[in-house]
């Protein structure tokens, strides 16, 4: 396998990808087919800040928010079944037990968590302890501004939280979970160990203050471009989509069994911050995992950073293993 | 026929049919984790034949089986999402012939079916958990820090020239009794907990039904040479 130059480096060279929009399938069908999957993800966009923009304040509220992010994934789901993206990835039962289960987790025990430990709580003990207040300069600014700002300033993070993830070990135990799933699903993000998924969730956006409908149109945004990130539908997204926003196609990338095409695409919503920092690679990729698509079960999941941080600890400080015998040549 | 793979000791083969001895108790609860069934071959289908059939099935990442005469020992261990036996971790299938014709008695256990099975105890337990936790916090703690914030809620901050002119609603004053309450009681509600009780619930039911079906169908469609 030769693999594609792409500025310095080779990608696909272990594992099938493909590079370049020029490459990537198109939707096919009659014409209403096409026409609905090349502009439902921008109807949605746009329908959900409309929508957030003007709604009364009694409709406005969090509770709100949630009912529509629950029927979108319903909806969302339903579409993975009407035009798949490849038929590797097909929900079967058992993956929507698994990454349900990881849903709930999130819902449950990780909420829990958060209520502790979570980036609100400690930015929240932060400015209580040296008596600050939260940066307001954000909150004459237009709704639009307010809600990009809010987004940015996660996905900045992220951004760097994910790729250092992937650069530094002790990090990169924690997410390598993420990798080992063969395929992508609506619901697939959630998959991963809890300590994991407590380090993504980090922001700093609670040292900021901004309206609570900005907040909400920052919800319905992230939800309407980051929940492709992790789907088994096929769009044909347009060029500035693409161009913006992360995709299917540049997440199944950053999942393909090539290492290379591993190192890109780390951003959660806005794949410019990628293009800024030389990661972004566009296309995409059906083969994922890790270790040439092993399937982690849920128990190994849940303790696989701890007993790999083990191993590896053993292996670098503890005895050198008398029993192995290096072969003469 | 020897398998690919290591060969499982037959007398850990489990009984596949109703019986008296010290296991039979064990068939009130293990249909929870076991899905047992028997398919009639065709009549001139020999047994060589009919695994010959079967065999894609065990030709997957991570199986093992071991096949004798006329019966076919399996075990998986982190099977391929796309492996069309995915949810099954060991399983026993035999041919049995009697006056009405050759059986196939295939007999399989599912750690998944299982797990789907104990979830919603699991979620009822994180809702305690939750509620429990809610308790030791206590009120006191949530309404100490939210004092800090209170001659914020009071304030109105108003919304910016452009999102006046487009006509974006004003935002209301907070009615900070009714949110304070809301917002603690939300902080450590078990509801979620219960959903997720209940759609595992819910799931096992469609799980245990349609696997049943759904192998019932693959094992008849690939002995009848489909």
Redesign the interface.
């Known amino acids: 396998m030769t693999g594609v130059r792409v500025g310095k480096r080779i990608i696909g060279g272990q594992s099938p990808v493909t590079i370049g929009w020029e490459n990537v399938p198109k939707v096919e069908g009659g014409p209403f087919k096409r026409l609905f999957f090349t502009w439902f993800q921008p109807a949605v966009l746009f329908s959900m800040i409309l929508f957030w923009?003007?709604?009364?304040?009694s409709i406005?509220k969090a509770s709100t928010a949630i009912g529509i992010g629950i029927a979108f994934r319903a909806f969302l789901l339903a579409l993975e079944w009407v035009n798949p993206r490849y038929k590797?990835w097909?929900l079967?039962?058992?993956?929507?037990?698994t990454d349900?289960?990881y849903?709930?987790l999130g819902?449950?025990?990780l909420?829990?968590v958060d209520?502790f430990l979570g980036s609100e709580v400690l930015i929240?003990n932060l400015l209580?302890t040296f008596d600050w207040d939260k940066f307001a300069w954000f909150?004459?600014?237009?709704?639009l501004a307010q809600a990009f700002l809010i987004l940015f300033i996660f996905d900045f993070g992220q951004y760097w939280m994910h790729r250092g993830m992937h650069n530094w070990y002790p990090l990169w135990l924690t997410h390598s979970v993420h990798h080992y799933i063969?395929?992508l699903n609506i619901n697939k993000g959630a998959v991963g160990n809890p300590v994991e998924l407590f380090l993504i969730g980090l922001g700093i956006g609670g040292l900021f203050d901004f309206?609570?409908?900005a907040a909400l149109l920052a919800g319905a945004i992230g939800m309407s471009i980051g929940v492709y990130q992790h789907i088994n539908v096929r769009f044909n997204t347009p060029a500035w989509w693409r161009f913006l926003f992360n995709t299917t196609e540049h997440h199944s990338l950053h999942h393909s069994q090539d290492f290379e095409a591993t190192r890109s695409n780390y951003a959660s919503n806005f794949i410019f911050i990628d293009r800024i920092f030389g990661t972004c690679v566009d296309g995409e990729a059906e083969l994922l995992g890790m270790e040439g698509?092993?399937?982690?079960?849920?128990r190994?999941q849940m303790t696989y950073p701890f007993t790999e941080g083990w191993k590896t600890m053993k292996e670098r400080f503890g005895k050198a293993d008398t029993t192995h015998v290096v072969p003469a040549e | 026929m020897s398998g690919q793979a290591q060969a499982m000791p037959g007398g850990e083969a489990p009984a596949m049919v109703a019986d008296s001895d010290g296991r039979s108790w064990m068939r009130l609860i293990d249909w929870i984790w076991t899905v047992r069934g028997d398919i009639l071959l065709p009549e001139d289908l020999s047994a060589e034949q009919a695994f010959a059939r079967l065999d894609p099935f065990f030709h997957e990442?991570?199986t093992r089986f071991d096949r004798s005469d006329d019966s076919l020992t399996f075990s998986k261990k982190?099977?391929?999402?796309?492996d069309k036996m995915?949810?099954y971790d060991t399983g026993v299938l035999r041919i049995e012939r009697d006056a009405g014709g050759a059986v196939l008695r295939y007999w399989m256990t599912s750690k998944?079916l299982l797990?789907?099975f104990l979830?919603p105890l699991l979620?009822v337990a994180?809702?305690q958990?939750?509620v429990g936790?809610g308790l030791l916090?206590g009120p006191g703690t949530e309404q100490a820090?939210k004092k800090?914030d209170e001659k914020k809620k009071d304030e109105v901050?108003p919304?910016?020239w452009?999102?006046k002119a487009?006509?974006?609603?004003e935002?209301?004053k907070p009615k900070k009794d009714a949110k304070d309450k809301k917002e603690g009681k939300n902080?450590?509600s078990p509801t979620?907990?219960y959903v997720?009780a209940g759609?595992?619930a819910l799931?096992y039911i469609?799980?245990r039904i349609?696997?049943d079906k759904l192998i019932r169908r693959r094992f008849q469609r690939s002995l009848a040479g489909g």
Not at chain 1, 53 to 57: D, G
Request: glycine share 8%.
């Open positions: 923009y003007y709604a009364p304040n406005a590797s097909e079967t039962w058992k993956e929507c037990v349900l289960f849903v709930g819902y449950t025990i909420n829990l209520n929240a209580s909150t004459g600014l237009p709704l063969t395929q309206l609570p409908r698509g092993r399937r982690m079960s849920i190994e | 990442p991570g982190d099977p391929v999402a796309q995915s949810i998944s797990f789907c979830a979620f994180f809702g958990l939750i936790v916090a820090d800090k901050r919304l910016h452009i999102d487009l006509g974006a609603p935002p209301e902080q450590f979620s907990a997720f759609l595992f799931l469609i799980g349609l696997e």
